[in-house]
């Protein structure tokens, strides 16, 4: 390359790979600031960042050693086979934590079902913005190796849902996967408990809300909880449905994960496996298992028909038809 200039962006992602595979002799290298390509919104263009990453990466991969050097010599369509099966075979429900503030009021505008013409009063919703939960980062490697495995890894994304973002500067993106109202579950610990509950209460209290008509909002239907809250704030679980009275399955997490998951980063999935849900009957007005409990599992069931018998009568004034309490494990992703 006598005579030319090499001009290389590196993200922070492959840096390392980047310093690795591409040998450049330090008497010809020069670092230089410069500003980066960016649209009128000061973001990224995506396009000419994932060209550049592309790029980077694959000429990293062409030096860098394989386990299995003759992968490239394959077939298209058995090389695409290989990328399909390195990927996840389900994906299940996410835990998204809970966090204070996100009750909040909004006003209705003209072109919403509910909206009032004739009394702006009753135009007024308290409502559980779920949207600004923070939603778990989705790992994806398959999405990082080469350009033909980002062309297999980018709809499997798309179809679960999964979004990139840039990382703050622009320079790297990630994977997420926000909060879907009809999959996954809104996670409270036990230090938190206390405050979920207060908190819709106490809310409409506040000088801006004191006296006002409001209709309450609360969008979540499922809703998982530590095992641990069973032994010691049963009693809290009533109070629960009156705010968030379209709760439909209550997952209690029975493993040890549930001691930690506050403290790891990543995406939380719910497993449940074998266990068995104790589901409500409307007519009887009591709790039975939806199939016979195995024997192995038999210790997590008297806290939850406890827990049941305490939230049967919020079931009944709620005149709620269908609602299961879910024993479950929390597994990291």
Request: overall charge negative.
């Amino acid at each position: 390359m006598k005579d030319k200039h090499m001009l290389f962006y590196v993200s922070p992602a492959v840096y390392s790979v980047f310093l690795v595979t591409i040998p450049i002799s330090p008497h010809h290298l020069e670092i230089s600031p410069c500003v980066s390509l960016r649209t009128r919104a000061n973001e990224w263009i995506p396009s000419f960042q994932e060209e550049i990453m592309d790029v980077v990466l694959e000429e990293a991969a062409a030096d860098r050693p394989s386990a299995f050097p003759l992968f490239s010599n394959l077939s298209p369509e058995l090389r695409n086979q290989i990328w399909r099966d390195a990927l996840p075979t389900t994906v299940g429900p996410s835990l998204c934590f809970y966090k204070k503030g996100l009750w909040r009021p909004r006003q209705l505008t003209a072109s919403e079902e509910r909206y009032d013409p004739e009394n702006e009063e009753f135009n007024l919703v308290f409502e559980f913005r779920y949207d600004l939960l923070d939603a778990p980062q989705f790992e994806v490697p398959l999405a990082l190796v080469n350009r033909e495995a980002r062309s297999i890894a980018l709809p499997w994304l798309r179809e679960h849902g999964v979004e990139t973002r840039p990382r703050e500067g622009g320079q790297d993106r990630f994977f997420l996967r926000p909060f879907n109202l009809e999959r996954d579950a809104l996670y409270v610990p036990a230090e938190n408990w206390e405050e979920f509950v207060a908190e819709p209460l106490e809310r409409p209290f506040e000088a801006d809300l004191v006296g006002r008509h409001m209709d309450v909002v609360p969008y979540i239907t499922r809703l998982a909880v530590p095992g641990v809250l069973l032994d010691a704030q049963m009693n809290y679980l009533d109070e629960v449905f009156r705010s968030f009275y379209r709760l439909e399955v209550l997952f209690v997490v029975c493993n040890s994960a549930s001691q930690d998951i506050r403290d790891a980063d990543g995406q939380w999935e719910l497993m449940s496996g074998d266990f068995t849900p104790l589901v409500w009957d409307p007519d009887r007005k009591e709790f039975s298992p939806k199939h016979p409990v195995r024997e192995g599992d038999r210790a997590q069931y008297p806290k939850m028909e406890a827990a049941g018998k305490i939230i049967s009568d919020a079931l009944v004034q709620n005149h709620m038809h269908n609602f299961e309490i879910q024993p479950c494990d929390a597994v990291m992703r």
